[in-house]
Nanobody, 116 residues
Framework: QVQLVESGGGLVQPGGSLRLSCAAS????????MSWVRQAPGKELEWVST???????HYADSVKGRFTISRDNARNTLYLQMNSLKPEDTAVYHC??????????WGQGTQVTVSS
């Protein structure tokens, strides 16, 4: 069975940093394009970042320069390093097997709250 388990979320002050992890199992991780998406109450789903199996990356304009997506194919793990966090980054963050727009491809999510 395919499983995606996110961790690393929490409460952080504006300007702080967090690293999210996603442990993947049940499929050949290295063969798949992976993404991070986020959703906040009352807001539309937002795509955050994508990484191809070979390592090329893509970012939403709202996080470019602050967030870094990476993967360790040997450990079947996806990461999102988040720096210079802003209150508007507050959301539940999900890792996803592409196509990310299908919620059946998401993990359970981890809450990130940016507040002083």
């Amino acid at each position: 069975q395919v499983q995606l388990v996110e961790s690393g979320g929490g409460l952080v002050q504006p300007g702080g940093s967090l690293r999210l992890s996603c442990a993947a199992s049940g499929f050949t991780f290295s063969s798949y394009t992976m993404s991070w998406v986020r959703q906040a109450p009352g807001k539309e789903l937002e795509w955050v970042s994508t990484i191809i199996g070979g390592g090329s990356t893509h970012y939403a304009d709202s996080v470019k320069g602050r967030f870094t997506i990476s993967r360790d194919n040997a450990r079947n793990t996806l990461y999102l390093q988040m720096n210079s966090l802003k209150p508007e980054d507050t959301a539940v963050y999900h890792c996803a097997i592409d196509p990310w727009s299908d919620s059946r491809n998401w993990g359970q999510g981890t809450q990130v709250t940016v507040s002083s």
